[in-house]
C-alpha cells in the first residue's frame, strides 16, 4: 500500500471516529448514555440477515447519486442537482412501469429513466457550454422545479384512482426489480449500482472520454489547446451524471416502494454529495462509502425505535464525519508536505 | 389588491436582501458563503427557540444572530484558515445544520402534542409616513427587520464603495497579493467578513420563524438562502443589484402566496410555488455581463 493510500484510510477513519464522539456528545444532552446509544446502534445493524439486506437497500440509491456527483467533479463541474434528476428518473420509472405491466417494463424503465434524467441535467451542462450559465446555481434551483413538477404529477395524472394520497397506483409484481437474496427486501438494482460504479470507473480512467473529462477538469485551457472541445464535455458529463441520479429512481420505484410517493428519500442527493467527498470521489470507493451510509440509516432508525434517541442523529453524525472528512483533506496534504521536506533534507 | 401584494413583497424581500448583502460583502473578498442555507435554517431555529423560551422576539434575534456567526465561524475556519474547497464544504455544514436542528427541536420541545407557535413580528406603521396614500402601506407599514433594510442598502452601497474598509474588501476579491504586500492579512479580512455575514444571515433566518410564520419547521427555509446566494450573482456583486434583485424576488414570492390562496386560478399551484426558482434559472441563463470578483472561490495560499 503506499503512503498516500494509507494517510486515506487513517484520515477517514479518524474522520469517522471523531464524528461518532461529537453524535455521543449530543446524546448526553438527552440524558441517555452514549455508550450504550451506540451499542445498540451497532449491534442492532447485523441483527439479522433482513436488517443486514436493508444496509445494502439503503446503499443503492446513494451509491447512483454519488456516482452523479463524482462524475461531473471530475471535470470540475458541480451537479448539486442529483435530488431533481432522481425524481425526474422516478417519475420515469413509474411512468413506464404502469403504462407495461409486465417484466419489459424493467429494462425500459432503466433506458428511459437514464435518457430523461440525461437529457433534464444535460440542459445544465449545455446552458453552461452556450450562455456561460452557473451551473452550480442552475443545477441547484433545478432541484425545487422537479420536485414541484413530481407534486403536480402526483395530483393529477399520476394520481392513485381512488384519490386519496399524493401518489400512484402500487405497481404491478412482475414490474418489480427481483430479489437477490432470499428473507431481504436487498433487489437487483444493488447489483445495478455496483456494475455502474464499475463502468463508470472504467469511463473515466480507461477511454478516451474520461481523460478528456479529466483533462478538462484539471485544466480547462490546456486541454482546449490540445484539442479538446470544454463545451462538449459540459453537456456530455451532465447527460451521464443526470443519467446516474436517474437510475436511483428506478432501484427506489421498481426496487423498494413499487409506487411513487410524494415527499419520498428528500436527501439522497444532499448525502450523494457527502458520500461523493467521503470517498475522494472514486467511484469503487463511494460502493463503500453508501455501503457505511447505509448501515448508519439502518442502525439509526432502529435505534430510534429502541432507545427514544431520535434518528435525526444520524444526520448529525453524517454531517460531523463529512466535516472531519473535509478537514483530513488539509492533514494529508500537511503530512505529504512534511514528507517532501524530509526528503529533501535528507537529499542535502 | 395590489397595494397588498406590493406590501407582501416589501416584506419577503427582507430575509433575501439580509442573505444577498451579505454574500455580495463575503464574495468581494474572494469567499462564496454556501453554508447559507445551513445558516438560515441554524437562525430560524435559534431565534424561533430562544424567542419561544424567554418570550422576547428582540432576544429570539440576537440568539439568532449568534447562531449564524458560530456557523459562519466554522465555515470560515475551514474554507479560510484550512482553505478547503467553498462548495463541498458548504454542503457538508448544510447537512450538518440540517440533522443539528432536528435533533436540538426534538432536545428541546421533545415531540409536542400540538404545534408550538410564537407571535410574530408586529408591523409598525410609522407616524404620518403611513398615512401617504399606497406607498404608506406598501414601505411604512412594515416590522422592524424590514424597515432596516432601507438603512442596510445605502449604508452597504457607501461602505463597499466610499470607504477604505469597502477598498480592502473588493481588493481582497481581485488582486489578494497586492493587500498582502500592503500589510494586511487576506486570511483576516476574509474571516471577519464571513463572520459578519454569518451575523446577517442568521437574522434572515430568524426572519422565517420569528418574523413571519411564528413557528418553526426543518423545511421552513426550503432553498431561500440559495435563492439569496443566487441574487448576489444576478445583482452583479453590488449592494444596488442586489436590492432590486431581492425585490423581483419578494414579488414572485408574494405573487405565489397569492395565487395559492386564490383556487379561481387556472393554472396548478405547484407553479407558483417553483416560480422563484424558475425565475433564477431564467435569469442565470440571460445575465450576459458579469463582474465576478476574479479570485472568488479561491483559497490564497501565499508563496514563500
Sequence with gaps: ?348 | MIVNLLSRAMMMSTPLLFGSLSEVFSERTGVMVTAIEGIFLMGAWAGFTAAYITGSLALGILFAALAGLSVAILYAFIVVTLKQHQIVTGTAINILIIGLCSFLQRVVFGVPLSPLTVEPLKKIALPLLSKIPLIGTIFFNQNILTYSIYILVPLGFFILYKTSLGLVIRSTGENPEAVDVSGISVSKVRFMTVAASGIMCGIAGAFYSIGYLGMFTTNIIGGRGWIAFAICFLGNWNPIGAFIGTLIFGLAEAFAILMQSNSATMLPNELFIALPYILTIILTISRKSFNVPSKLGTAYIKEN
Design chain 1, 1 to 348: 500500500m503506499d503512503k498516500k493510500t494509507r494517510d486515506i484510510l487513517i484520515t477517514n477513519f479518524l474522520a469517522i471516529l471523531l464524528g461518532l464522539i461529537l453524535s455521543g456528545i449530543m446524546v448526553l444532552f438527552l440524558k441517555k448514555n452514549p455508550l450504550q446509544v451506540f451499542g445498540i446502534l451497532f449491534s442492532s445493524m447485523f441483527r439479522d440477515g433482513y436488517t443486514i439486506g436493508e444496509i445494502f437497500v439503503k446503499a443503492t440509491p446513494l451509491i447512483f447519486t454519488a456516482l452523479a456527483f463524482a462524475f461531473t467533479f471530475k471535470a470540475n463541474l458541480f451537479n448539486i442537482g442529483a435530488q431533481g434528476q432522481f425524481y425526474i428518473g422516478s417519475i420515469t420509472a413509474v411512468t413506464v412501469s404502469l403504462l407495461i405491466p409486465s417484466p419489459f417494463a424493467i429494462p425500459l424503465a432503466i433506458i428511459f429513466s437514464f435518457l430523461i434524467s440525461g437529457i433534464w441535467a444535460g440542459f445544465i451542462g449545455f446552458f453552461k457550454s452556450k450562455f456561460k450559465a452557473n451551473e452550480f446555481l442552475i443545477s441547484m434551483m433545478s432541484t425545487y422545479v422537479a420536485l414541484n413538477f413530481m407534486n403536480y404529477l402526483l395530483r393529477t395524472t399520476l394520481m392513485e384512482n381512488k384519490g386519496e394520497y399524493p401518489q400512484t397506483e402500487s405497481l404491478v409484481k412482475s414490474t418489480w426489480l427481483f430479489k437477490i437474496v432470499p428473507h431481504t427486501r436487498l433487489h437487483f438494482g444493488f447489483i445495478l449500482a455496483v456494475v455502474a460504479a464499475i463502468i463508470v470507473w472504467l469511463i473515466l480512467y480507461r477511454t478516451t472520454l474520461g481523460f478528456r473529462i479529466r483533462a478538462v477538469g484539471q485544466n480547462q485551457e490546456a486541454a482546449r489547446m490540445s484539442g479538446v472541445n470544454p463545451e462538449r464535455i459540459y453537456i456530455l458529463a451532465f447527460f451521464i451524471s443526470g443519467g446516474l441520479a436517474g437510475l436511483a429512481g428506478v432501484t427506489e420505484v421498481n426496487g423498494v416502494q413499487h409506487m411513487l410517493l410524494q415527499g419520498f428519500n428528500p436527501s439522497i442527493g444532499a448525502l450523494g454529495i457527502g458520500i461523493a467527498i467521503l470517498a475522494n470521489a472514486h467511484p469503487i470507493g463511494i460502493i463503500f462509502a453508501s455501503i457505511l451510509f447505509g448501515a448508519l440509516h439502518v442502525g439509526g432508525t432502529i435505534m430510534g425505535q429502541l432507545s427514544g434517541v431520535p434518528s435525526s442523529i444520524i444526520n448529525l453524525m453524517e454531517g460531523f464525519v463529512m466535516v472531519f472528512v473535509i478537514i483530513s483533506y488539509f492533514v494529508r496534504k500537511r503530512w505529504e508536505q512534511n514528507r517532501e521536506k524530509k526528503l529533501l533534507k535528507e537529499g542535502i
